[in-house]
């Protein structure tokens, strides 16, 4: 081999390996420059995530916030109103407006509340200067029809609240009978040619030895101290025993002094005298000498006296008793009831109404029946 052709060849070697060197340090170089590329490209996303880490984390208490905020829009709107309500049967009254709330009481049937507001399934009550709350499932603007005997009432039932909006309205109390019956006949009502005594002379009591004209009026006195403590106005058909009005004369001093009701107060008498129990008197619905609507009126007032009178005594509940043969109803110009107390003519009832302790409760009961009348009504103001 020659000389020159050996150089060429070595010469070519060196250029072949030169190339090959350039190209393998390229290469490397472009994957050094890769791999510092993408260990940046991690340290930003490193450093992204943590941003993001700790942008969570200022984020945080907005999205707590936000839950409050939920929170809060699902508490229960309530709508203000000033109504009262029943209880239709036994109820929890509680702090808030959920079944986990604390219960301040378990209210009986019947028990009157003054309502301050109304949601779609509690209302808001305003109960002893608290603010508490009752399923609107077990509570009704109107007294249940059906309460009966031995669901007690507290005393004062309801009269948180309510005493100041009985301010106004006048109560005219009628002690029934007096103290010489009159047998001169009246209508017994307007246009009627049926008459009857203009006052008859009342029972007497079997074991007592009171006549009903003194025991209804010493009941009637304690009803008015009662219902003036409560707020309404009160008038007395008398408060002597001396005097002579007839059952329509009553009916128009009722009406004379701007009565929104006529109660008048009785004791029952009966020949058997293993008979005993409470009953009140309205007019039925056929009545000829009342409008409808006083009719109606008068049915609700007495309903509601004898449901309270009867939780209140413990006496036997003979209910509502319809009747269109009384002067003093059917002459009446006002929603009006007959209450006879109990009977004279049982043992039991003549001593128990003849009792101190058992008229407060009597007092009380017709009390709560007449708060319990005009909240019936929708409204305590004229
Ligand atoms: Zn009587």
Redesign the pocket.
Known sequence: MKKSKLVIILVSCIALLAVILFVCSFFILKQAKETREEARQMAMEALDETREAEEKETVQPEETQDNTEDTQDSIIAFEDTQDNIFIIQEANIRTEPSTDAEIIETAPKSKLFKRTGISTDWSRLEYNGQTCYVSNDLISTEMPADAVNGELLENGTGDAGVTEQTAGKVVVIDP??QGQGDSGQEPIGPGASQTKPRV?S??SGSVSGLD?YEL?LIVSLQLRTELESRGYTVYMTRETHEVSMSNKERADYAAAQGGDIFVRI???GSEDSSVSGALTMAPSDANPFLSQDLITKSQALSQCVIDSYVAATGFNNQGVYMTDDMSGINWCSMPVTIV?MGYMSNASDDAAMADASMQANMVDGIANGIDQYFASQGSFKN
């Open positions: 029934g009978h008859s009342g029972t009903e209804n009785h004791a029952n006879e």
